[in-house]
C-alpha cells in the first residue's frame, strides 16, 4: 500500500514514523507547503517521497491519504482525497462541522472507501482497559465520567481549546459507554485574549443518570491529564501523567440503605483496596494504523470511522453553542447521534 500524508508539521512526523513500520506499506509520500518541514522530513526519514503540491499527491498513486493539517482545512482537502479515490485518515477533530462530516461520509459510502478519524486514545493501552473494566461490570453502574486536560497549551490560531483538546476526551468516553446515549450538552467558557476560548467547562447529559464533565485549558500552570469514572461498585482514576500506575481502581463508594426514606436513609462509606492494572505500551498510532490497513483490507469500517468523528463534531459544535449562549442546555437529536 501507498500512504501519502498531508501535513508534516508537529503532529505528521509521528505519522510518517507510525505508517513506514507497517509491514503493508510499500511506500510513504510526505508532502507539505512548507521547504523546512519537507527538510526535517528528509533528514529524519531519508526514505520518504517528498513533495510540495497537494495536487500531486491526490492525482498520484496513494491508496491512503492521512491528512495532519489545521482544523479549518480538514473537509476540503478530505473531500478532494476522496473524490480522488482515496482511503482518507483524517486528524482530530474530523471536520468543523456536522454537515461536513455528513457529507464526507457520504461520499465515502458511495465510492465504497473508508474514513479513519484519528481519534488516538481510542488505541491507547490505558483507555482499552478502562473499557474492559467497565465492560465486565468491575464499576458497576456508571455514575459519572470526570475529566480534566488543561496544561499551559500551544494555542491553535484556527480552532478554540473545544476543538482542541476535547474530541480526545469525548472519543474516550464515547468508546467505553457506548450503549449511554448522549442528550444534551451545555458548557461555559472564555477567551482571554484572541477572541477564541482558552478555558471551557463542558457537561453532557444522557438518556439515564449519568452525567460527563470535561475541563479543557491551555492557561494553566500544570499539566494534568486526568478522568475519573465513578461507579457504584467501584471507581477509576486514570492519570495519563504517570509514568507506570496509570490506572487506579478503588474498591471505594457510597451506599444509602434504601429501606428508610431519604432524610433518614444510613449512609455508609466504603474505602477499600485499591488496584492498578497491567496495562499494554503499545504505540497507539501503530495500532491505529494497522487497524486502518486491515479495515481496508476487510472491507469494513474502521474502529474509529467516520460516524465516531461525526458524534464527536455534534458535541463540539453543541458546546461552542452553548457556550455563545452562556450556558444554555443544546438538546442533540440522539436519533442520528448513536
Ligand atoms: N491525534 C493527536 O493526538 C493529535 C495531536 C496533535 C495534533 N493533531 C491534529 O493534527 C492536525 C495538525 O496539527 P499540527 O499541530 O501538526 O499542525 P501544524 O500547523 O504544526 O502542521 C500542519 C502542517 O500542514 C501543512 N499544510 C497545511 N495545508 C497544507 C496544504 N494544503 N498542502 C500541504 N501542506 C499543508 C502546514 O505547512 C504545516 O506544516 C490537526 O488536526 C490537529 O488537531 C492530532
Excluded at 517521497?49 to 480538514?74: F, Q, R, W, Y
Excluded at 477509576?236 to 457510597?254: A, H, Q, R, W
Aim: proline letters at 3%.
Amino acid at each position: 500500500m501507498v500512504v501519502g500524508i498531508l501535513g508534516l508539521g508537529y503532529w505528521g512526523p509521528n505519522l510518517v514514523r507510525n505508517f513506514l513500520s507497517q509491514k503493508e506499506v510499500t511506500k510513504v509520500i510526505g508532502c507539505d507547503q512548507k521547504d523546512e518541514r519537507l527538510k526535517f522530513i528528509a533528514s529524519r526519514f531519508p526514505s520518504v517521497h517528498l513533495i510540495s503540491d497537494c495536487e500531486e499527491l491526490m492525482n498520484g498513486k496513494a491508496d491512503i491519504i492521512v491528512i495532519a493539517t489545521p482544523v479549518n482545512t480538514h473537509y476540503k482537502l478530505a473531500k478532494k482525497a476522496l473524490e480522488s479515490g482515496k482511503h482518507i485518515w483524517v486528524e482530530k477533530p474530523f471536520t468543523s462541522s456536522s454537515s461536513q462530516a455528513e457529507e464526507l461520509i457520504e461520499i465515502a459510502e458511495r465510492k465504497n472507501l473508508k474514513i479513519f478519524v484519528d481519534h488516538t486514545f481510542i488505541y491507547n493501552g490505558a483507555v482499552r482497559k478502562m473499557k474492559e473494566l467497565v465492560e465486565n461490570g468491575e464499576l458497576g453502574n456508571v455514575l459519572y465520567f470526570d475529566s480534566e486536560r488543561i496544561n499551559l497549551g500551544l494555542f491553535q490560531r484556527d480552532v478554540n481549546v473545544v476543538w482542541d483538546l476535547a474530541p480526545h476526551d469525548i472519543s474516550i468516553m464515547n468508546f467505553i459507554l457506548p450503549k449511554h446515549e448522549v442528550v444534551a450538552v451545555s458548557a461555559n467558557g472564555i477567551a482571554n485574549f484572541n477572541g477564541k476560548e482558552n478555558l471551557a467547562h463542558i457537561c453532557v447529559h444522557f438518556n439515564q443518570n449519568t452525567f460527563a464533565h470535561f475541563h479543557v485549558n491551555w492557561v494553566s500552570p500544570v499539566k494534568i491529564r486526568r478522568m475519573i469514572v465513578g461507579g457504584d461498585k467501584k471507581m477509576l482514576v486514570y492519570d495519563d501523567m504517570e509514568n507506570f500506575e496509570k490506572i487506579k481502581v478503588y474498591d471505594s463508594g457510597v451506599e444509602f440503605d434504601s429501606t428508610e426514606s431519604i432524610h433518614q436513609a444510613l449512609v455508609q462509606y466504603r474505602i477499600g483496596d485499591m488496584f492498578s492494572p497491567k496495562i499494554s505500551q503499545t504505540e497507539a498510532l501503530a495500532l491505529g494504523a494497522n487497524e486502518f490497513i486491515s479495515a481496508i483490507q476487510e472491507n469494513r469500517d474502521p474502529l474509529t470511522s467516520g460516524k465516531d468523528g461525526l458524534d464527536v463534531v455534534r458535541i463540539l459544535e453543541a458546546s461552542d453553542k452553548s457556550i455563545k449562549n452562556n450556558g444554555e442546555i443544546i438538546e442533540l437529536n440522539t436519533s442520528v447521534l448513536i
